[in-house]
């Protein structure tokens, strides 16, 4: 496909289970992002990825938070022992390498995440 | 600290008429701001962007003005069609390269009425 793709695109939990939320960038796309939105809020950053590694994981809430992408393409946005605060859609986006005026990031459907 | 604000939760206008959707920030670090459209159900779309060195860009029936010293920025969309009802968000970052994060605000339902 040609966009960013994120599977599952819905996912109902029981407090305290781990989950993976997993995302298809762009082919070609170096830069990787996620964000949060929780209802009735915008995008709130967590994490971004340059290559396989986490340039920046500031927006990451604890530890019980984290992500991978171990070849530098599909990303896995695990979170454990998870809490009823974290049920929100789980956005995706990626963008290729920053030109002047390139940084345009792509997002996904999101994955809607119920923590019961 | 919400460093991005959209103050108007909603707004609705006719068709045929102008849009005026604004944004506000606090951070005098960003220096290039976005606008995002999202239907339900679906990521966010990119729409329209401004470089802090300018104060207007313009795309077809978008233009985006920047007033710096007020820190505020506004999307205006002319003539306004039913098929531009979703929300927009507004968005801010540093530095125009790719490989920052964009900071978002809360976002403004628009409805457009035939």
């Known amino acids: 496909g040609a966009g960013v793709s994120q599977t599952p695109s819905n996912k109902v939990t029981e407090k305290g289970k781990y989950v993976e939320l997993r995302c298809d960038p762009i082919s070609g796309h170096t830069a990787l992002y996620w964000y949060r939105q929780s209802l009735g809020q915008g995008p709130e950053f967590l994490i971004y990825?340059?290559?396989?590694?986490?340039?920046?994981d500031s927006g990451l809430p604890n530890d019980r938070f984290f992500a991978v992408r171990p070849e530098g393409s599909v990303s896995t946005l695990k979170i454990q022992r998870t809490e009823r605060g974290d049920s929100a859609v789980y956005l995706c986006a990626s963008s290729s390498i920053g030109l002047a005026g390139d940084n345009e990031q792509f997002f996904g459907p999101g994955t809607r995440l119920t923590v019961l | 600290d919400q460093q991005v604000k959209q103050n108007s939760p909603s707004l609705s206008v006719q068709e045929g008429r102008i849009s005026i959707l604004n944004c506000d920030y606090t951070?005098?670090?960003?220096?290039?701001f976005l606008w995002y459209k999202k239907y339900p159900a679906e990521g966010p779309t990119f729409l329209i962007s401004i470089s802090s060195i300018k104060d207007k860009n313009e795309d077809g029936r978008f233009t985006v003005f920047l007033n710096k010293s007020a820190k505020h920025l506004s999307l205006h969309i002319v003539p306004s069609q039913p098929g531009d009802s979703a929300v927009y968000f507004c968005a801010a970052q540093r530095g125009e390269t790719s490989g920052s994060r964009l900071t978002f605000g809360e976002g403004t339902q628009l409805t457009v009425n035939p």
């Open positions: 951070n005098s670090m960003f220096d290039y």
């Open positions: 990825f340059q290559g396989t590694g986490a340039a920046d």
